[in-house]
């Protein structure tokens, strides 16, 4: 079954920037987000936050209830995200090992396609590695077809077409009535933030862009993601129409480590840093959240008086006052503007984060905050003793 569709087409160009776009010609079609699945230490406690915190419904699940002796999954969702969150149960599961090596952390990003073998194909030729070929699964609800390509580090995007599936996530699976516990706190997956090491970044946006026909949307060089101490490079790749997003990064040369140089140590490698999830109410979202015990970046009180900030972002729709009480980025770009905060790890190792992010126009990722956020998140290392 294909991610609930309650939102409407403009809700989703307004909530994620979307930009019109033939994709008759890609040679890579992708349709959107199919899931984002994740492999947790352990997935009964991680699936139950998510219901109680993040306001997710629990819709599917897979376990040893179910035939699937190796791991627990459940399959959660809110809007047009869907997550599957993991654990070992076998204690040989490859689960297991991957979370020695990486903690909490993301393993697939599982892409919506109209045609798998397209896809396939074209990645092929185009030089990309093929761990899973193209297949069928099967049941009394349908038949997906499936299959997977590798990225950057151990990563991988499953490719999925579920246009003769009707069942709630896959074969092997069965519906869950798990209902949201809170409010959900977002309506739609805007992009996904990739760490790699020094010297890769270039080669994994050639990758994106020859392998699935992705455009480079956006460059951001030392100069403007640096403090004193560290600095990072970063592009950005989409699909045509937007929807899906990567931003990559590398660390660049500073005087101390960066939080990509810390990311690298503690995940082991290469990986997905953060996912930004859309909300239309960003102070809504963070107060519910903050009660709820999400922890965010704070942000110094001189972020807000700066007058070069006033000046650069115009009238937004709520005061900067009401922005400040709650540590809220703005920025603005010739598109419109965004408002956005990032929370603390959200597991024991400092790695992957959460960002939660409301446009109004722009098609950017907040390059005026930057500064800003990473001297944040460089006092947050230097808290943990990383810096």
């Not at 699945?37 to 629990?58: D, S």
């Not at 869907?82 to 952390?105: E, I, Y």
């Not at 499936?146 to 003769?164: C, F, K």
């Amino acid at each position: 079954m294909s991610i609930d569709h309650d939102l409407s087409t403009d809700q989703l160009h307004r909530l994620l920037g979307l930009v019109d776009h033939d994709a008759g010609d890609d040679p890579f079609p992708v349709t959107g987000w199919d899931a984002v699945v994740w492999v947790v230490g352990n997935a009964a406690q991680t699936a139950l936050h998510h219901r109680l915190v993040l306001g997710m419904e629990l819709v599917a699940y897979s376990g040893p209830e179910t035939g699937n002796a190796d791991h627990h999954a459940y399959v959660l969702q809110a809007g047009h995200v869907r997550f599957v969150v993991t654990g070992g149960v076998d204690p040989a599961s490859p689960l297991h090992d991957r979370h020695r090596l990486h903690g909490d952390g993301v393993a697939d990003i599982a892409l919506e396609v109209p045609d798998v073998d397209r896809c396939v194909a074209h990645a092929r030729s185009a030089g990309a590695t093929v761990l899973v070929e193209p297949h069928d699964v099967s049941d009394e609800h349908g038949t997906v077809r499936t299959a997977a390509i590798a990225t950057y580090g151990d990563t991988r995007h499953t490719l999925v077409d579920r246009s003769r599936y009707d069942g709630p996530y896959l074969p092997g699976y069965i519906a869950a009535n798990g209902p949201a516990l809170a409010t959900p706190a977002f309506q739609a997956l805007d992009h996904v933030v990739g760490n790699v090491e020094l010297g890769r970044m270039d080669e994994w946006v050639a990758f994106y862009t020859r392998v699935m026909g992705f455009t480079n949307m956006a460059e951001f060089v030392g100069a403007d993601i640096a403090t004193d101490y560290s600095a990072l490079m970063s592009k950005v790749v989409a699909s045509g129409d937007r929807r899906v997003k990567f931003p990559l990064n590398e660390p660049a040369r500073g005087r101390r480590r960066s939080q990509i140089d810390e990311y690298l140590d503690f995940h082991a490698g290469p990986g997905v840093q953060h996912l930004a999830l859309a909300t239309d109410d960003i102070l809504a979202t963070v107060d519910a959240l903050r009660a709820r015990g999400i922890e965010f970046l704070p942000t110094p009180a001189s972020y807000y008086s700066d007058p070069a900030l006033r000046a650069r972002i115009g009238d937004v729709r709520v005061d900067i006052e009401e922005l400040a009480a709650r540590g809220i980025l703005v920025d603005r770009d010739e598109d419109g503007y965004l408002l956005q905060i990032f929370t603390r790890p959200v597991g024991d190792r400092p790695t992957v984060f959460f960002e939660f992010i409301e446009r109004h126009g722009s098609l950017g990722f907040g390059k005026g905050n930057f500064k800003a956020l990473f001297e944040a998140i460089e006092r947050e290392q230097a808290r943990r003793g990383n810096f």
